[in-house]
């Protein structure tokens, strides 16, 4: 039902709402657990999603109770787990309930919020979290002015 890239691998969700990547897998982008390339599809492990976003060598998924989750890449903390370091599972992003989208950069994520809101998360140099800093965030914060 949905179609993403990222730098070196791709991920599609399927119908059944299971996520399938593949290609390049140094950071654990795939989600299936590896850290091994994949030249075909391979299923993510534990994930039933409603949307998908590749970027970089990470990827997000928004799950239909209003959380997401991410996995592969997080040197800038994109995955908003608290954390900076990659993960070859999807792991739940901090606080929040009620993501409709989400959207994954090289080293930075945002989600979507059921409100109108958005809450960003990771790199944050030249002001991408939108919160008014030019400091780094591992879990998400608010965007201002939406």
Do not use: M
Request: glycine residues 16%.
């Amino acid at each position: 039902t949905a179609i993403t890239a990222g730098d070196f691998h791709s991920c599609a969700l399927l119908a059944n709402g299971f996520v399938k990547c593949w290609g390049f897998n140094g950071s654990g982008q795939l989600g299936n657990g590896t850290f091994a390339n994949a030249s075909t599809p391979v299923l993510v492990t534990s994930l039933t999603a409603v949307a998908i976003d590749a970027g970089g060598a990470s990827t997000c998924a928004v799950l239909a109770n209003g959380t997401a989750k991410c996995w592969g890449y997080n040197g800038a903390g994109q995955r908003g787990t608290g954390t900076t370091g990659d993960s070859a599972t999807p792991v739940v992003v901090t606080g929040l309930s009620t993501a409709n989208a989400i959207s994954t950069g090289q080293f930075h994520a945002c989600a979507l919020l059921a409100d109108g809101t958005a809450k960003c998360c990771g790199y944050n140099f030249y002001g991408e979290l939108g919160n008014g800093t030019t400091t780094n965030s591992s879990t998400p914060v608010a965007v201002t002015g939406l």
